[in-house]
């Protein structure tokens, strides 16, 4: 199996920016398509950015398009998104997950990952 560690939260201002960074060990991220995702208290886990497992291919929810950026270091293992501009309302604790496909889709569902990271909390303060 996967495992995926996630670093880089923490608080920041509105307007402010983050990376954060999930680490895979375990397996290689080669052929993962991999996202992140987002839950606020009350609310339901809600997709923010994918991409392929090709690399060829992102997705962003309207909520953080032209703010947030997702790639991938498949010689490092590692998968980020770089936030800017962060709002109030991006207050959440962020999943890192993977996803096994040989299609170069970016997916969007909650049941589409089979590999999930712990969370990492980012509070954006106004």
């Known amino acids: 199996q996967v495992q995926l560690v996630e670093s880089g939260g923490g608080l920041v201002q509105t307007g402010g920016s983050l990376r954060l960074s999930c680490a895979a060990s375990?397996?290689?991220?080669?052929?993962?398509?991999m996202g992140w995702f987002r839950q606020a208290p009350g609310k339901e886990r809600e997709f923010v950015a994918g991409?392929?497992?090709?690399?060829?291919?992102?997705d962003y929810a309207d909520a953080v398009k032209g703010r947030f950026t997702i790639s991938r270091d498949n010689a490092k293992n590692t998968v980020y998104m770089e936030m800017e501009n962060l709002k109030p309302e991006d207050t959440a604790v962020y999943y890192c997950?993977?996803?096994?496909?040989?299609?170069?889709?970016?997916?969007?569902?909650?049941?589409?990952?089979?590999?999930w990271g712990q969370g990492t909390q980012v509070t954006v303060s106004s």
């Open positions: 997950a993977a996803a096994i496909t040989r299609f170069y889709s970016v997916y969007h569902q909650v049941e589409d990952y089979g590999y």
């Open positions: 375990g397996r290689t991220i080669s052929s993962y398509a």
């Open positions: 991409i392929s497992w090709t690399g060829d291919n992102t």
